[in-house]
C-alpha cells in the first residue's frame, strides 16, 4: 500500500481557468454533446431544479456496516501507527479517463464506477471502461418499496437520483464494459423509450395521486432488449466486492480522509455544492450563499499544504479539480470506499437472472419478471412476479442458489404478498451460464417434481395430455448449460416392478455420438435418469422431467463439477 508522496503530472489537472472563464465556472456551468453530435452547456443549477425529485433519501446504515467502518478506520490505523501521514497524496495514476455524465442525474453511478476502475487498476492491472448504463439500471431498478407507495414496487432507471451508499447494492450484481452498454443522455433514453410503446412516457412525479407510471409501463423499459441487451448481461464480469460506508460526521473530518486516501482508497463523496471557484488558484471553495445542490463524486487525493483535496468529477472536465477543506467540512455529507473488487474469472452473477421471461412448467405457460437480486446476505426477498396465462398474478418470493446461478423461489397467493413468505409451490431455476436466454429447472407439486423451463424470447410447446412412458421415444435437440447435441431414444422398455430402461445414443454438435442408458422410475414414469460418458473423467448425469401437459417438451438438470446445471430438450 503506497503513502509517500506523489507527484501528479499538471496535465491532469483542471487548468487554473483564465479571466473569460471565470463567470463560467463560477455559474458551475459544463457542457455535454447529445446523439446528435450537438455540444450543449447547462449550469448545476438548472441541473439540480430538473432533477431534484429524483434525488434519493439517505438509507440508514445496518450495525454491521456501522461496525465494519470503525474496524477498517482501527485497523489502518494500527497498521499504520509509526508512519507519518505524507503531506501530499494523489493517486492520479490508478484513475481512469474522466467521463461525462451529460444531462442525466446519473452522477452517483459514474463516482461508483470510477472507484470500481480505480480498485481494478490497482488489484488486476486492468485499465477498464466499464457501463455505467448497465450500472445504473441495475443499481436504480433493483429496489422495492413495499408496501409500495406508487403503482410500482420498484423505480426506473429511466429516471435519475442515488448518493454513494449505493454501493452497498453494487456488490451483488456485474458490470459489462463500456462497449456492451452505451450510455446514453436524455435525448438518448427518450428515443430508447419512445421505441417501447408499453413504457409510456415514464413522467415521474412525487405526488402519488399524480403519478400515473404503472408497474408495467416500468418492465416494458427495464427488461426490454432495446435499453438492455442480453449480449450486455451475458458480458457483465466486473464489480465490487467489498465496501465500507461512513457518516457525515467522519467524511467531513478531513483528517480521517486523509488517512483514507493515505491507505490507498479512493473515497466516494456525496457533496452539497455550496461552492464557488477562487480564480487564482482555480479551487472551488466553501461559499454559504450559494445555491447549492446534491452531488456525487470520486475524492482521489489530498494536498495538506493547498488544504484542497483532488476529486474526479463527471461532467467531462480536462482533468481533476480540487475541492477545499472547508469545503468538505461543511458541505460532504456521507461517503463510502471500495476495499475489493471481483476476480473477473469469478464474477457475480445474480443480475443475470434479471428480466421478462416466458415459462413453461408441466405444460403450464406463464410469463416470469425478475427484477431484483438479493442483498449480500442474500436474504429472501420478493424477486418478482409471475402472471398465469389467465391473467393473475403471483407474488414470487426467494433467493439465489447455485453460486448465484440458480434462483430458488415459490408462487405466493397474491401479488403484493409479504416478501419474507415462502408458502406456495417451489421452483429451483438455473440460467445458462453460457447463454442466458435460457433457464431450467425443476418444482413440486403435491410432493411430485416436474420440469420447468424459461426463456427471454417466445418459444412452442404443443399440448399434450395422457402422457405413456413410451412417449419417450424419438428425437430430442438438447441443450443443457448452452452445450447442444441431439439425444436418440430408441428403446423405452419395462421391468417388472421396477420400472422402465430407457436406451439410445447422445450426439454432441461437435464430437462422436454416446451411447445413453436410462431408467424410468414406476411411481414418475415422466422423470428419465440417465448418464452421459463425455470422457473418461466426466460420466455426466442428468434428470429430465417430461411435461405431462406437453406433448414435445422436457426439463431438468445436469450436474458436472459437483455443480448443478439447467437442461431442456425438444422433441421433433
Known amino acids: 500500500m503506497r503513502i509517500d508522496r506523489v507527484n501528479l503530472?499538471?496535465?491532469?489537472?483542471?487548468?487554473?481557468?483564465?479571466?473569460?472563464?471565470?463567470?463560467?465556472?463560477?455559474?458551475?456551468?459544463?457542457?455535454?454533446?447529445?446523439?446528435?453530435?450537438?455540444?450543449?452547456?447547462?449550469?448545476?443549477?438548472?441541473?439540480?431544479?430538473?432533477?431534484?425529485?429524483?434525488?434519493?433519501?439517505?438509507?440508514?446504515?445496518?450495525?454491521?456496516?456501522?461496525?465494519?467502518?470503525?474496524?477498517?478506520?482501527?485497523?489502518k490505523r494500527a497498521a499504520f501507527l509509526f508512519f507519518q501521514l505524507p503531506t501530499r497524496v494523489v493517486w492520479d495514476e490508478f484513475q481512469t479517463d474522466i467521463r461525462n455524465q451529460g444531462d442525466r442525474n446519473t452522477c452517483s453511478a459514474f463516482a461508483m464506477v470510477a472507484a470500481i476502475e480505480a480498485r481494478y487498476m490497482r488489484e488486476y492491472g486492468l485499465n477498464l471502461n466499464l457501463s455505467e448504463q448497465f450500472f445504473w439500471h441495475c443499481y436504480k431498478s433493483t429496489g422495492l418499496s413495499f408496501p409500495k407507495v406508487y403503482k410500482y414496487e420498484n423505480q426506473s432507471s429511466y429516471w435519475g437520483g442515488g448518493n454513494s451508499q449505493g454501493i452497498r447494492a453494487a456488490v451483488n450484481f456485474a458490470i459489462p464494459l463500456e462497449q456492451h452498454c452505451l450510455y446514453k443522455n436524455r435525448n438518448g433514453m427518450q428515443g430508447i423509450r419512445d421505441q417501447i410503446p408499453a413504457a409510456g412516457q415514464l413522467v415521474w412525479k412525487s405526488d402519488p395521486a399524480q403519478n400515473m407510471v404503472t408497474q408495467d409501463e416500468v418492465d416494458a423499459f427495464e427488461y426490454s432488449p432495446l435499453y438492455i441487451s442480453d449480449e450486455a448481461r451475458q458480458q457483465a464480469r466486473y464489480g465490487a466486492k467489498s465496501y465500507v460506508l461512513f457518516d457525515p460526521s467522519t467524511i467531513r473530518n478531513t483528517s480521517t480522509l486523509e488517512w483514507l486516501l493515505a491507505w490507498g482508497y479512493e473515497v466516494i463523496v456525496d457533496a452539497n455544492l455550496k461552492w464557488k471557484?477562487?480564480?487564482?488558484?482555480?479551487?472551488?471553495?466553501?461559499?454559504?450563499?450559494?445555491?447549492?445542490?446534491?452531488?456525487?463524486?470520486?475524492?482521489?487525493?489530498?494536498?495538506?499544504?493547498?488544504?484542497?483535496?483532488?476529486?474526479?468529477?463527471?461532467?467531462?472536465?480536462?482533468?481533476?479539480?480540487?475541492?477545499?477543506?472547508?469545503?468538505?467540512?461543511?458541505?460532504?455529507?456521507?461517503?463510502?470506499?471500495?476495499?475489493?473488487?471481483?476476480?473477473?474469472?469469478?464474477?457475480?452473477?445474480?443480475?443475470?437472472?434479471?428480466?421478462?421471461?416466458?415459462?413453461?412448467?408441466?405444460?403450464?405457460?406463464?410469463?416470469?419478471?425478475?427484477?431484483?437480486?438479493?442483498n449480500e446476505n442474500n436474504d429472501i426477498t420478493r424477486l418478482g412476479h409471475y402472471r398465469s396465462s389467465d391473467g393473475s398474478l403471483k407474488a414470487i418470493n426467494g433467493r439465489y442458489v447455485h453460486d448465484g446461478r440458480g434462483v430458488h423461489f415459490s408462487f405466493t397467493e397474491g401479488e403484493d404478498s409479504d416478501p419474507t413468505s415462502q408458502t406456495g409451490q417451489p421452483f429451483t431455476m438455473d440460467v445458462y451460464s453460457w447463454d442466458i436466454q435460457h433457464a431450467a429447472g425443476d418444482t413440486v407439486w403435491h410432493n411430485i417434481p416436474f420440469g420447468a423451463y424459461m426463456r427471454r424470447d417466445e418459444f412452442q410447446s404443443s399440448y399434450g395430455k395422457d402422457f405413456q412412458p413410451t412417449k419417450w421415444k424419438g428425437t430430442w435437440s438438447m441443450n443443457h448449460d448452452g452445450w447442444r447435441g441431439t439425444l436418440l431414444i430408441s428403446q423405452v422398455m419395462p421391468i417388472p416392478f421396477v420400472g422402465w430402461l430407457v436406451q439410445g445414443e447422445y450426439q454432441p454438435a461437435n464430437g462422436t455420438p454416446k451411447v445413453v442408458l436410462g431408467f424410468l422410475d414406476a411411481q414418475h414414469t415422466h422423470i428419465l435418469r440417465f448418464n452421459i460418458s463425455f470422457s473418461d473423467e466426466n460420466n455426466q448425469p442428468f434428470i429430465l422431467h417430461f411435461h405431462t401437459w406437453s406433448a414435445d417438451l422436457a426439463s431438468g438438470y445436469t450436474f458436472w463439477n459437483g455443480k448443478r446445471f439447467g437442461a431442456v430438450a425438444f422433441k421433433g
Not at 43 to 70: C, G, H, M, Q, W
Not at 291 to 312: C, I, N, T, W
Not at 345 to 353: D, H
Open 9 to 75: 503530472p499538471m496535465s491532469r489537472l483542471e487548468p487554473i481557468p483564465g479571466k473569460d472563464r471565470i463567470q463560467l465556472i463560477d455559474k458551475l456551468s459544463y457542457s455535454f454533446v447529445d446523439d446528435f453530435g450537438k455540444e450543449h452547456v447547462q449550469s448545476i443549477r438548472e441541473f439540480v431544479e430538473e432533477n431534484r425529485p429524483y434525488f434519493d433519501v439517505e438509507l440508514p446504515r445496518s450495525r454491521r456496516e456501522l461496525k465494519t467502518a470503525s474496524a477498517l478506520q482501527s485497523e
Open 277 to 374: 471557484t477562487d480564480p487564482a488558484t482555480g479551487i472551488r471553495e466553501y461559499d454559504p450563499n450559494s445555491g447549492g445542490g446534491s452531488h456525487v463524486f470520486l475524492v482521489v487525493g489530498f494536498d495538506r499544504d493547498e488544504q484542497a483535496f483532488y476529486v474526479k468529477n463527471s461532467w467531462g472536465e480536462a482533468g481533476l479539480i480540487r475541492v477545499s477543506y472547508e469545503f468538505a467540512q461543511n458541505c460532504f455529507s456521507g461517503g463510502s470506499i471500495v476495499t475489493e473488487v471481483t476476480d473477473p474469472e469469478r464474477p457475480t452473477t445474480k443480475a443475470r437472472a434479471i428480466g421478462q421471461w416466458q415459462m413453461n412448467h408441466d405444460g403450464w405457460k406463464g410469463e416470469l419478471i425478475i427484477r431484483r437480486f438479493t
